[in-house]
């Protein structure tokens, strides 16, 4: 996130290079990095993977991925030709340590080439089982020996447990230095997340307002329509809880709630997420039914066509428990959030695709209007949309225009498609900050151990319970019936699915 574009030479090494995510997403983030002048002036990026492929080959997959993924759609031709320059492939296996010692001549090589000796960025996008031995030769070989120059990035699942989580971190930590280690999540880079730094502590009007004596309940939503796609054999040991709780929403939280830093350095910023995520009231196992719901799509129908259930979808189980929908409600026991619920949910083949946060206000103290005069008067709320919608909405109450003194709901909007030229994809953030030294929107350590603690008793629960009535959702619906049921306990509702 810090600013000025000039960078030093930069070798960036892909672990998983033929994989999926480097065509969907992180080539085409170098190249609109390339086109919009961000790369630096002297770079190459290398693709390592077993597929017998040509240099040329391996450049024809990556330029059907940009026509496909990026979002500036299929490459200007002479832009790509300058780009793929810098590009190559690497055939190897990672477990084969003689593949090292190739690579580290080709490092070299570029080093003596342009007589300096350049940073070095490691992505893993790789499966987890295969991070130790990535890490273990790019030691013994001494691919990332300078601290100051040479990171690695770590893509998720970050663990599968507290418990492999602390054993990774362990693992990262014998190769590299806590501040040459990122660990990724996405959404951190997503515009509109980073921004809720940017409207907290950047304006005055709302700090005063932000904590549990105007704040009722706060929402959070990442709903999909996408079903498991053909992830489900990944899925299947993941769950809803896992793969978006633990991190894209816990992060999320965390910027709402987290005190005020002092600076906009790396480490302040995660001293005060951290601080968040180590106030959550953990749920003790004989509360989690009341707390945390969880749910499995059937068939059903989204956007006017017939989708399956997850149980039939590719690489699933057919009698899978696995949940396809989790919702939580949590509690920060800390000064500014005492007793201020935070319901975080999240689900696939949900009825519509959009993440948002609610922030809901309570209701003025004394009605000074008669009850015909209020009409259908409601409490100040705040939305943040995150996506696809990327905008900020207040909604307030203004005198319906007229003779008489009768009121209506009214809103302020903050939309970015008005004052913005195209946004940044997240992972074009997160490279460019990973090429900069710049850890601010990457998770430290302790983040994620803590994130998994919260999660864990959760985890534990669903676990030791196998009998479900699943599927609990139809595909194309807001999920269970029991995340309605959880939060009108305390007689909330789910912002969106009424559009209130
Ligand atoms: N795809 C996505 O949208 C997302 C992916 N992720 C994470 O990113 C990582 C990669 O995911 P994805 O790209 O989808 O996975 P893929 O299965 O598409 O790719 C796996 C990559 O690993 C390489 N690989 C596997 N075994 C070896 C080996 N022994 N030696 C060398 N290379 C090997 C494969 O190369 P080859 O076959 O050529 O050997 C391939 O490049 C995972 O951790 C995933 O969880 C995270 C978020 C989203
Ligand atoms: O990390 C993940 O995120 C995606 C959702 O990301 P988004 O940017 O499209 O909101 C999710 O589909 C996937 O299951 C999960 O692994």
Redesign the pocket.
């Known amino acids: 996130m810090k600013s000025g574009r000039k960078l030093a030479p930069t070798i960036i090494v892909i672990?998983?290079?033929?994989?999926?995510?480097?065509k969907?997403?992180l080539i085409p983030a170098f190249y609109n990095l390339y086109i919009d002048g961000w790369m630096p002036e002297k770079f190459v990026i290398i693709g390592?993977?077993?597929?017998q492929w040509t240099d040329e080959d391996y450049k024809e997959h990556l330029h059907e991925g940009l026509v496909e993924f990026s979002r500036k759609g299929k490459p200007d031709e002479a832009k790509w030709q300058q780009f793929h320059a810098s590009v190559s492939y690497f055939e190897?296996?990672?477990?084969d340590p003689e593949a090292y010692r190739g690579l580290a001549d080709r490092l070299d090589a570029f080093d003596q080439e342009w007589g300096v000796r350049a940073n070095r960025l490691f992505y893993l996008?790789?499966?987890?089982q295969?991070i130790e031995a990535a890490t273990v030769n790019i030691s013994k070989y001494e691919l990332a020996s300078r601290p100051d120059s040479d990171r690695i990035v770590v893509?998720?699942?970050f663990g599968y447990n507290k418990q492999t989580a602390v054993a990774l971190n362990r693992l990262l930590s014998q190769t590299f230095q806590e501040e040459q280690i990122y660990r990724i999540d996405?959404y951190l880079g997503k515009e509109t997340v980073q921004n809720i730094l940017a409207f907290r502590f950047a304006n005055a009007l709302f700090e005063p307002l932000w904590n549990r004596n105007y704040i009722d309940y706060i929402q959070v939503t990442v709903a999909e329509q996408v079903g498991v796609e053909d992830r489900g054999s990944?899925y299947e040991h993941s769950g809803a809880l896992r793969d978006m709780i633990q991190n894209h929403l816990l992060q999320v939280l965390c910027m709402i709630a987290m005190e005020a830093p002092i600076s906009f350095q790396a480490e302040e910023i995660r001293n005060r997420k951290v601080d968040v995520m180590r106030a959550i009231r953990r749920l003790r196992p004989e509360e989690v039914h009341k707390y945390a719901v969880r749910g499995q799509y059937g068939p059903g129908w989204i956007a006017g066509r017939k989708v399956p259930g997850y149980r039939e979808e590719p690489g699933v189980d057919p009698r899978s428990n696995t949940e396809t929908y989790a919702a939580v409600q949590l509690y920060i026991d800390n000064w500014r959030w005492q007793g201020v619920p935070f319901y975080l949910r999240t689900g696939k083949r949900m009825q519509e695709k959009t993440s948002s946060i609610t922030i809901q206000f309570r209701p003025v103290p004394h009605s000074t209007f008669s009850p015909t005069q209020a009409g259908n008067i409601m409490p100040n709320r705040l939305t943040i949309n995150i996506q696809p919608t990327m905008d900020i909405r207040l909604r307030f109450t203004a005198k319906k225009q007229g003779l008489e003194m009768s009121l209506n709901p009214a809103e302020m909007v903050f939309d970015y498609d008005t004052c913005s030229t195209q946004t940044p994809e997240a992972y074009e953030t997160l490279l460019l900050d990973a090429m900069r030294g710049d850890a601010t929107l990457y998770m430290r350590s302790d983040q994620v151990e803590e994130a998994w603690d919260v999660i864990t008793p959760i985890q534990e629960a669903w676990e030791s319970r196998d009998s479900l009535d699943f599927p609990n959702y139809a595909a194309g619906t807001w999920g269970p019936e029991s995340a309605e049921a959880l939060i009108a306990r305390q007689g909330h509702i789910w912002a969106l699915n009424l559009h209130t």
């Not at 390592?48 to 597929?51: A, I, K, P, Y």
């Open positions: 672990f998983g290079g033929t994989g999926d995510l480097t969907r997403k390592l993977g077993r597929t190897s296996n990672i477990n996008s790789i499966a987890p295969f893509e998720k699942p996405h990944y």
